[in-house]
């Protein structure tokens, strides 16, 4: 098959959860012998950017060409064009579409604002197939900041709809009315995975500490043990004020994000997830617990899935409302509820004392984790993608038939998306999967 991947975010270097699992995805279908092109963007347009994509390559030792106002690179097999210089995303990729000529398209949610799916949707013979990663990006349902029936009528045009987790299928389904599906799209390297879980080691580790992410649950754990390290690494969510709240406590560390995520995991005792929006997925639970890292995770959206049945799972009062207000990263403020930290203390506090507790539930994690990537492959994904290219398209099927099933609304105090609201929620969602390049500023996404 002929592949599309449309991703509106950084695809390499990238340090997002979603950049990661879409890389990985694009080289294994790649490696299965598809023809594979990604067309992708930087996270802010313009020549310094440009310059800083190509040098940031080329450290990595990635030969990189310019192509009118993009990069070209070929990356473990997978061809990639990244538009750097100009902001004009629709335009562009149409033009990827029609150069192309791909089998199948596949979109994803970071471009909540439809600014690649829609040219997918109006090219002539490819299957468009979205891939859903993150509910707060789906305009319906009790998880979205917002909710949009336009946004929603676009996303039942799709050939196909898949999911990273039973949860976020379900929520699609329910909410959406999307005939969506859940196969893994979250791969993990092709390791082996070096056991680095240690009762020695130093830090107690939270990626990406923000609001939503719960951040108020690391720094008060932090506070609750003044003897213990802890470790933060701040990528998409990170703001300002997070920062100076994390370094004003002397026990807590601020690492750089890193392209080999073991550099963080070797010096790291317990991995923290305390989540306080409905997460769909977390790679990171996987590649600790692949590591014999223990893990506390919330007790929300697809998390449980994330944690394959292994503890520990602690409750928490998840987020429920989103302000109108956006924080200096325009990403939209959520209401964040007091948490109840007696769980988290609880449980923390034993892995950090009894070493046979820790040994044994490391030893147990890293079995079970490693059990299931065995059985993490692209093949269920690739076939499909077969599946659907050797079907009718949707849009083709649905010319002569009633309009789509309305979705079912969500919850009273939901607001409509308005064009504002949109470039917000493609900034947040192209800062979540496009996290902490070292050049950030809000993107452009004009078209």
Not at 24 to 34: I, K
Not at 187 to 214: D, I, Q, S, Y
Request: aromatic share 6%; net charge neutral; proline share 8%.
């Amino acid at each position: 098959m002929r592949i599309l991947l449309a991703h509106n975010s950084p695809y390499f270097p990238a340090f997002g959860g979603g950049d990661k699992s879409n890389r990985l995805l694009m080289e294994s279908l790649s490696a299965r012998g598809h023809h594979v092109l990604v067309a992708a963007r930087v996270d802010r347009f313009g020549a310094e950017a440009h310059r800083h994509l190509l040098a940031e390559l080329a450290a990595r030792g990635v030969p990189a060409t310019q192509d009118g106002a993009a990069v070209r690179f070929t990356l473990n097999g997978v061809e990639v064009h990244a538009l750097s210089i100009e902001p004009h995303v629709r335009v562009w990729f149409a033009s990827q579409i029609a150069a192309f000529d791909p089998d199948v398209i596949l979109t994803s949610t970071d471009d909540p604002a439809h600014l690649m799916l829609e040219p997918a949707l109006a090219a002539g013979r490819a299957r468009v197939v979205y891939m859903v990663r993150a509910t707060v990006a789906l305009p319906f349902g009790p998880d979205t900041g917002f909710a949009g029936a336009l946004k929603t009528a676009i996303l039942q045009r799709a050939d196909g709809v898949v999911t990273v987790s039973e949860y976020v299928a379900r929520y699609a389904r329910r909410w959406g009315r999307l005939d969506a599906v859940h196969v893994p799209i979250s791969l993990l390297e092709p390791g082996p995975f070096a056991h680095l879980g240690r009762f020695g080691n130093r830090f107690v580790t939270m990626v990406n500490p923000c609001a939503v992410k719960g951040i108020s649950i690391f720094l008060a754990l932090a506070r609750r043990f003044p003897s213990a390290e802890f470790a933060a690494v701040p990528t998409w969510g990170t703001t300002a004020a997070d920062l100076q709240a994390l370094r004003a406590l002397p026990n807590i560390s601020v690492l750089p994000p890193v392209d080999d995520i073991d550099r963080i995991l070797k010096i790291t005792r317990v991995v923290l997830v305390p989540s306080l929006w409905a997460e769909a997925r977390s790679r990171m639970i996987l590649e600790a617990m692949a590591r014999g890292i223990p893990v506390l995770a919330s007790d929300v959206g697809g998390l449980p899935e994330a944690m394959l049945g292994m503890d520990y799972l602690v409750p928490v009062r998840p987020v429920v409302h989103y302000q109108s207000a956006v924080d200096e990263l325009m990403v939209p403020a959520a209401q964040i509820p007091e948490q109840d930290i007696a769980p988290w203390q609880a449980v923390l506090e034993r892995l950090l004392s009894d070493r046979e507790h820790y040994e044994r539930l490391s030893a147990a994690v890293r079995d079970t984790a490693l059990a299931y990537t065995r059985s993490l492959t692209c093949q269920p994904f690739e076939a499909y993608l077969e599946k659907i290219v050797a079907s009718p398209k949707r849009r083709e099927a649905a010319t002569a038939a009633a309009p789509p099933e309305p979705a079912e609304s969500a919850p009273a105090g939901k607001p409509q998306l308005t064009p504002e609201k949109q470039r917000l929620m493609a900034l947040l969602l192209r800062r979540k999967h496009g996290a902490a390049s070292g050049h950030g500023g809000a993107p452009d996404v004009a078209d």
